[in-house]
């Protein structure tokens, strides 16, 4: 009887099976897996079985009980899916291996009862998983549509009140009220590309063409220019080679592109600049952004930690931008870095591939 | 015994919101100080005593809830009237607010006309034209953040 049979075997199956876990390239397993995991499936498997012979056949609704626990503890320790799936695969292999080496007969019957078994653990220790991880992104969306709302507002609150006081007339729309609408207006139309960026990489939405870099940068510099006049900042575009391009989707890169400089606006002082030039170096572009921030004090060469330390000192805008933005160049084939430069400033630079084969490569660029 | 004009502090670390506030409070006559963080306002408390501080809630280092915190602890400056100001305005917001002992909230974006006028009863009435403000949060949640903006 295979009941007996995983009773008798059990310490040779969990040996087996934590070998496969062990050994097994990818997923990795965890010490919990190992420890509790496999045994109590055992357990339960072997009562299925025996029971299974019995008048009153075993109700499926432990097993799956248990599974779900499985899945749910796997979930934790920031395993997925394909992992929970293995596990269970890994100690029906063991079973099998064992029984053909102890010339034990297993019965169709039996073969099935088990094979129901697994069924039913992998449904429910998935089904547990996949119920976790949606609601732990509901959450996370949920807080991120409450940052949304509050900057909004945020923004929102004060373009109203420098509209109301251009309304009265006692001020002229180019001074300093008009500026702070401008500003306003700019940062909510930043919020609004942030979370279009987002929302399109979370649907999977891209159109990727080839963007000649140079045409690229002029469709930055109109709105950027902007920006800059806004925070009375000057922005210098370097001379692009004609040549280069890059395959993107133009409203994502152009995002990416457009948070680094406004970030670079916010944090340069007045009357200072901001350069962005785009460099070609072994087969990669460069889009990089240097500012007059003065630098960060600690050296830090995490772009997320120069982040941090900049908005400390200025809270305004969500301070989601650089992660929207590191996702969509990534979803590019590229990244973005850090480079810092003491007593004067910051760059932060995007690195994305230059445009295929039928793009001509230029030389000693950059 | 002091005449000097009572005065508003407005708390706010986003410089473009406060200057904005500030700019329409002494358009409406009203005497304005501004601090861009809750040190500042702590500072200026004790300096010379608001009469009113319109103090926004989210701001680094000392925020809103910790600088009301300390007011309101403190027998010296207890009584003065603190307004949170804020654009996070679920029901838990204004719980928090009001233990750290905000005398009243007000959520952005909201209508200034009746800001300014909430602002000015309070000043004439005390803590008895608070009823005022009751009053703006109940229409904004009625019709709607700054619907009356229009009719100003």
Redesign the interface.
């Known amino acids: 009887m295979l009941h007996e049979f995983i009773t008798s075997y059990r310490d040779p199956i969990i040996a087996r099976t934590r070998e496969k876990l062990t050994d097994r390239p990818w997923p990795l397993a965890s010490t919990s897996e190992l420890e509790h995991g496999v045994p109590l499936f055992l357990t339960q498997l072997s009562e299925t079985l025996r029971l299974e012979t019995t008048p009153t056949p075993f109700s499926q609704k432990r097993i799956g009980a248990s599974a779900a626990n499985h899945g749910r503890e796997l979930r934790a320790l920031g395993f997925n899916i394909s992992q929970v799936v293995h596990d269970y695969g890994d100690i029906c292999q063991a079973i099998t291996e064992v029984a053909v080496e102890q010339h034990l007969p297993i019965t169709t019957e039996e073969f099935h009862t088990l094979n129901r078994c697994l069924d039913t653990a992998i449904a429910e220790a998935v089904t547990e998983h996949a119920r976790i991880t949606a609601e732990s992104r509901s959450t996370e969306e949920i807080e991120r549509s409450?940052q949304l709302?509050?900057?909004?507002?945020?923004i929102?609150?004060?373009a109203?009140?420098?509209f109301?006081?251009l309304k009265?007339g006692?001020v002229a729309i180019n001074g300093?009220?008009g500026t702070?609408l401008g500003?306003?207006l700019m940062s909510l139309r930043d919020l609004v590309d942030n979370t279009l960026s987002d929302i399109r990489m979370a649907a999977n939405i891209q159109r990727r063409e080839r963007m000649p870099v140079a045409d690229f940068l002029s469709e930055i510099a109109i709105v950027s220019n902007l920006h800059a006049d806004s925070r009375a900042v000057q922005l210098t575009i370097d001379q692009v080679d004609p040549r280069l391009a890059v395959n993107a989707d133009p409203q994502l890169l152009a995002s990416a592109v457009t948070n680094l400089l406004n970030n670079a606006f916010k944090y340069t002082h007045a009357g200072g600049h901001v350069v962005l030039r785009a460099l070609h170096e072994n087969g990669r572009v460069r889009f990089e952004v240097e500012d007059e921030c003065g630098g960060i004090p600690d050296g830090a060469d995490d772009p997320f930690k120069a982040f941090a330390q900049r908005r400390?000192?200025?809270?305004?805008g969500l301070g989601l931008g650089l992660s929207i933005a590191r996702k969509a160049i990534r979803m590019h084939g590229g990244d973005i870095y850090f480079r810092n430069l003491p007593g004067k400033g910051c760059v932060f630079v995007i690195d994305v591939p230059l445009a295929g084969e039928d793009t001509p490569v230029p030389q000693n660029v950059g | 015994m002091t005449t000097a004009k009572p005065y508003i502090l407005v708390v706010d670390?986003?410089s473009?919101?406060r200057?904005?506030?500030a700019?329409?409070l002494t358009?409406r006559g009203f005497f304005v100080v501004e601090a861009a963080n809750g040190e500042t306002a702590i500072d200026l408390v004790h300096k010379r005593r608001p009469a009113v501080i319109l103090m926004d809630l989210?701001?680094?280092g000392i925020g809103g809830w910790d600088a009301t915190r300390q007011i309101k602890a403190n027998p010296a400056t207890k009584d003065i009237i603190v307004i949170a100001v804020t654009?996070?305005?679920?029901a838990p917001e204004e719980g928090i607010a009001r233990q750290a002992g905000c005398d009243a909230f007000i959520?952005?974006?909201?209508d200034?006309?009746a800001l300014g006028d909430a602002v000015g009863e309070v000043l004439v009435r005390g803590r008895h034209g608070l009823v005022a403000l009751d009053q703006l949060n109940q229409i904004q949640s009625q019709t709607g953040?700054?619907k009356r903006?229009d009719a100003?």
């Not at chain 1, 709302?149 to 945020?154: F, I, L, N, Y």
């Not at chain 2, 654009?87 to 679920?90: E, F, G, K, W």
């Open positions: 409450g709302a509050h900057e909004t507002r945020d929102l609150n004060t109203l009140l420098a109301h006081t009265r006692t300093s009220t702070v500003r306003s400390h000192k200025d809270r305004t | 670390d986003s473009d919101g200057e904005m506030l700019q329409y358009f989210q701001m680094p654009a996070r305005a679920l959520a952005k974006p909201f200034i006309t953040n700054g903006s100003t």
